[in-house]
Nanobody, 124 residues
Framework: QVQLVESGGGLVQAGGSLRLSCVASGRTSSSYAMGWFRQAPEKERRCVAAISWSGGSTYYADSAKGRFTISRDNAKATVYLQMNSLKPEDTAVYYC?????????????????WGQGTQVTVSS
């Protein structure tokens, strides 16, 4: 079993920044991709960013390009999401996900394990 624990969410004013972290533990595969998803009330869960095991391949949703940066530290089994220039429409619960394959993906059904989520609220 794999456990994912997110941290770093909170309340921030528009234009501000937050850094989300997600630590993986348990029986992770030898190489795994990670992703960050978000879900606002009454909306579908969508991928914000994803990163391959090596970190050499990343995916960003159009809404995240130029503002968010995903990174990982495999020695610490941790993935990060640096979010800058936050907007009220970024308000959502952010979920960390792990895929038991080394290459990144943007579909939620391609991920095998999920964290509990962390709330991000951006005030105008």
């Amino acid at each position: 079993q794999v456990q994912l624990v997110e941290s770093g969410g909170g309340l921030v004013q528009a234009g501000g920044s937050l850094r989300l972290s997600c630590v993986a533990s348990g029986r992770t595969s030898s190489s795994y991709a990670m992703g960050w998803f978000r879900q606002a009330p009454e909306k579908e869960r969508r991928c914000v960013a994803a990163i391959s095991w090596s970190g050499g391949s990343t995916y960003y949703a159009d809404s995240a390009k130029g503002r968010f940066t995903i990174s990982r530290d495999n020695a610490k089994a941790t993935v990060y999401l640096q979010m800058n220039s936050l907007k009220p429409e970024d308000t959502a619960v952010y979920y960390c996900a792990l895929r038991t394959a080394p290459w990144d993906a943007k579909g939620q059904y391609e991920y095998d394990y999920w964290g509990q989520g962390t709330q991000v609220t951006v005030s105008s």
